[in-house]
C-alpha cells in the first residue's frame, strides 16, 4: 500500500510539472487549460484565493464551434435557436439544420393574425400609433395604458362676427380634467386657420375639452363661442368638425385633427 502511495504521489508530481493537470491542491484546473462545455468555451483562470479555478464559459462568435479546447469555423450560416426578421420581407426566419447538417436560415414565415416581425420576434406593434386609443405599444404587444400622449391639432374655424360686426380674435383652449393643457394663438377673422398642435397626456378617465375663445379688446374676460367634450379617450382619435348653433343662430365650425402619439 505504501509502495503504491509513493508510485500515485510521483505520478501526480509529474503531471503537475508537464502542466497536464492541477499544481495544488487548491488548483482545480492546469495553468492555460481550455476545454468545451455545454455552455461553450472556458478558460482556467487564477481566482480571488491564488487558486486556479474553471472561469465561465462563453459561447463561440458567430457561427465558429467549440471543438475540445477552441472555437473553430464552421459551415453554419447562424446560432442554434436563432430567430431573426427576414431583410426582404415582414415575415420571421429561425436557425435550423439544413440538408447538408449546416445550420441554416429557414423560408421566411409570415407572422399570423395581423402580427408584424419586429426585434426578431412576431409583434402585434412597433408604436403606439397601431394599437387602440387607450393602449400603448410595450414590448411589441398591445396592452392598457394609465396615459397616453396626444397631438391635438388645430386646423381652423368659422365664425359668426360679433355683436357689432367685427371679426373676433379667437383662439381655442385645450383643457384635460377641467386643467388648461394649452391654447393656440389668436388669430383675427371669421375664418382663422391655426395649424397648430397642442400636446397633452390624457388619461384612461380623463375628461378633455375643446373650447373655441374670442379675445374682445378692452375685455378682461374673453368672449366663449363654442366647445366640444370628449368623455371618452376612443373618441379621441379622429379628424375631426365639431359644429354648432350659437343661441342667436349663428353657425360655427371647428376643424382639428387628433393622433395619438
Known sequence: ????????????????????????????????????????????????????????ALECPGTRACQVDRCVATCNQCRRGAMRCDPGSPALQSCATGPNGCLAWSEPQACGNGQICLSDKCSACAENRQCAAAEVCASGACSAAADREYDFNIISAILPARADGSAPDAYVALAVDARLAGRTSVVNGFRPAWNESIVATVHASSQVSMALWDRQPGVDEPRYIDGVDFGDPVELVHRGTMSGTLYDGSPTTLIFDIVPR
Do not use: K
Open 1 to 56: 500500500m505504501r509502495r503504491l502511495a509513493s508510485v500515485l504521489g510521483a505520478l501526480a508530481s509529474a503531471c503537475s510539472a508537464l502542466g497536464l493537470g492541477p499544481s495544488r491542491e487548491c488548483d482545480a484546473c492546469a495553468e492555460g487549460a481550455a476545454e468545451c462545455v455545454s455552455e461553450g468555451l472556458r478558460r482556467c483562470e487564477e481566482g480571488p484565493n491564488g487558486c486556479l479555478r474553471w472561469g465561465a
